[in-house]
């Protein structure tokens, strides 16, 4: 079955240290794959896509992510973490003949301390 | 310009009582989805629909729920004889199309007692 997981419930950062975030899905095919973030009483927000080509992906706010076929992973990343980075972080994948569904994993939350 | 809207934001419900959910989607966006996003889960797909019709429903959990866009822009989100696992946050967003990104709105955040 597909299916997107994100091992980490919970992560803290100190601010201005770097943040990686895991993401890994389970597709018979290559996957589309989706960061998006959500703040308390906001909407998701798409952070960043990967449909295909170039595997590293660059979103908005700094944050990047990497595609490897070989790890099954979608990892985000920001070198710097601000304060007001901290939110629920969630990973998503679609199949590439059915690219609106989109699965998402349970998500991070990711505090960030001054 | 304005996002994705829904209402009312917040509901509570004694169970058993039917309950509907509105969302706006963008002007101009021709897909619209719903999704359930149990506590301290991630979103789970529902239904979907391009212009009125209703693409898939395959996510509805059973046959209470039902969605409808008659229009092509406003939806509903209908739950009859509302249970206690009916209690999440129903998100919906919009797209420009299919195979676009998709806009989230706030959701709505669903008690039933």
């Known amino acids: 079955a597909q299916s997107v997981t994100q091992p980490d419930i919970h992560i803290t950062v100190s601010e201005g240290a770097s943040l990686e975030l895991r993401c890994n899905y389970s597709?018979?095919?290559?996957?589309?794959l989706f960061w998006y973030v959500q703040s308390p009483g906001q909407g998701l927000q798409l952070l960043l896509k990967?449909?295909?080509?170039?595997?590293l992906v660059q979103g908005i706010k700094g944050f990047e992510a990497e595609f490897k076929r070989s790890q099954s992973s979608f990892n985000l990343r920001k070198p710097s973490v601000h304060w007001s980075d901290a939110a629920e972080y969630f990973c998503?994948?679609?199949?590439?003949?059915?690219?609106?569904?989109?699965?998402f994993g349970t998500g991070t939350r990711l505090q960030v301390f001054p | 310009g304005a996002g994705v809207s829904q209402s009312p934001r917040y509901k509570v419900a004694k169970r058993g009582q039917d309950v509907a959910l509105r969302c706006d989607p963008i002007?101009?966006?021709?897909?619209l989805f719903w999704y359930q996003q149990a506590l301290g889960q991630g979103p789970e797909f529902l239904t979907y629909?391009?212009?009125?019709?209703?693409?898939?429903k395959s996510g509805l959990p059973s046959d209470r729920f039902f969605a409808e866009r008659p229009e092509g822009s406003v939806s509903t989100l209908k739950i009859q004889r509302t249970q206690q696992e009916d209690s999440a946050v129903y998100l919906c967003?919009?797209?420009?199309?299919?195979?676009?990104?998709?806009?989230f709105g706030p959701g709505t955040r669903l008690l039933v007692l």
């Open positions: 002007s101009g966006h021709v897909s």
């Open positions: 967003a919009s797209s420009p199309d299919l195979g676009e990104t998709q806009y």
């Open positions: 998503a994948g679609s199949s590439s003949y059915n690219t609106d569904k989109l699965i």
């Open positions: 990967y449909f295909s080509g170039d595997t």
């Open positions: 597709y018979g095919a290559t996957p589309y």
């Open positions: 629909f391009q212009n009125e019709a209703q693409l898939d």
